[in-house]
């Protein structure tokens, strides 16, 4: 029973490391930006489309791959922030534009869309047996998608906050986060910042939609659920917190695994969202963020 519950347990940190990385582009974004950016779900299903294009035409490792999609998700954010939600606040002139959300809703439904007309309805998985092969500690069982999900994200995320502590363009991004008509008048464009923040959200976001694609197989609708979990993940970890949002998907993956030993899944989901609502009510800024005094 014990190994049991182990089990359950490191299952839970491996898959909520990655739901961690999952909602880390979405709470730096609403750090700096402060807009709730609802199609994040669908820039995952592309990043995990993007994986498995690279694995089938190009012949490279999941892994391998996390690079290439980085590197796409990249331009993707920088060309959608400048071009498509930049004028909004132009035009809105406001800190938190109501129409980026009705936007962000809109591309959302859109993207969800487009890719079942290029995709088609199916679950689509990469090929080759690494998906599959375990590795045994003991009584344990873990797949390398598992291991090597845990090891990257966690590196990940160390990396990300360690950019934005120790460098001038981190610095820059946390200084406009914390008060943009301060940081303007410092002389930080923050039209500047607001890309690069957007741009680096979506390419943590192809990563993690790279590793992702090695636990589960990708369809138009995949972001929907990841989604949803995202933006709990950051409302537990605290709106904002960058680091907050790693635990915060710690927190979910342990109690999605632990409550399903003990539960029906269905139960386990319910009280994640009871969780999620306890905490929106009772401590806003979330379990591992700070409260404004």
Same mark, same amino acid.
């Given at each position: 029973m014990s190994s049991t519950i182990?089990?359950?347990l490191l299952n839970g940190i491996a898959s909520g490391a990655i739901y961690g990385l999952i909602a880390l582009g979405l709470s730096l974004q609403f750090g700096v930006m402060k807009i709730i950016n609802f199609a994040h779900g669908s820039f995952l299903m592309i990043a995990m489309y993007l994986a498995l294009w690279g694995c089938r035409h190009l012949g490279l490792h999941p892994l391998a791959v996390i690079p290439l999609v980085m590197a796409a998700l990249y331009v993707v +954010?920088? /060309?959608?922030?400048?071009? !498509? $939600? *930049? &004028? %909004?606040?132009?035009? *809105?002139?406001?800190? *938190?534009p109501i129409g980026v959300l009705i936007f962000t809703t809109g591309l959302w439904i859109f993207l969800d869309n487009l890719f079942l007309v290029l995709a088609g309805p199916d679950f689509q =998985? &990469? &090929? +080759?047996d690494w998906p599959n092969e375990v590795v045994m500690v003991g009584d344990l069982? #873990?797949?390398? &998608?598992?291991?090597?999900?845990f090891i990257v994200a966690s590196a990940v995320t160390l !990396? !990300? /906050?360690?950019f934005l502590r120790g460098t001038r363009i981190g610095r820059m991004i946390r200084a406009t986060g914390q008060d943009r008509e301060a940081a303007s008048v410092l002389g930080i464009d923050s039209a500047a910042v607001y890309q690069v923040s957007f741009a680096l959200g979506l390419a943590v976001l192809g990563v993690a939609g790279s590793l992702l694609l090695t636990i589960v197989p990708v369809d138009p609708f995949i972001g929907d659920s990841y +989604? $949803?979990?995202? #933006?709990v993940v950051v409302v537990l970890g605290g709106i904002g917190s960058v680091g907050g949002a790693f635990w915060g998907g710690i927190l979910v993956g342990i109690i999605e695994s632990m409550g399903a030993q003990f539960m029906p899944v269905?139960? =386990?989901?319910?009280? $994640? #969202?009871? %969780?999620?609502l306890g905490v929106l009510y009772f401590r806003p800024a979330g379990l591992f963020g700070l409260e404004e005094a």
């Open positions: 182990t089990q359950a +954010g920088h /060309v959608t922030q400048r071009w !498509l $939600i *930049e &004028p %909004i606040y132009r035009k *809105e002139a406001t800190r *938190e =998985s &990469p &090929p +080759g069982i #873990f797949t390398y &998608p598992q291991v090597a999900g !990396l !990300l /906050v360690t +989604g $949803i979990r995202a #933006f269905t139960y =386990s989901e319910a009280m $994640i #969202f009871a %969780i999620f």
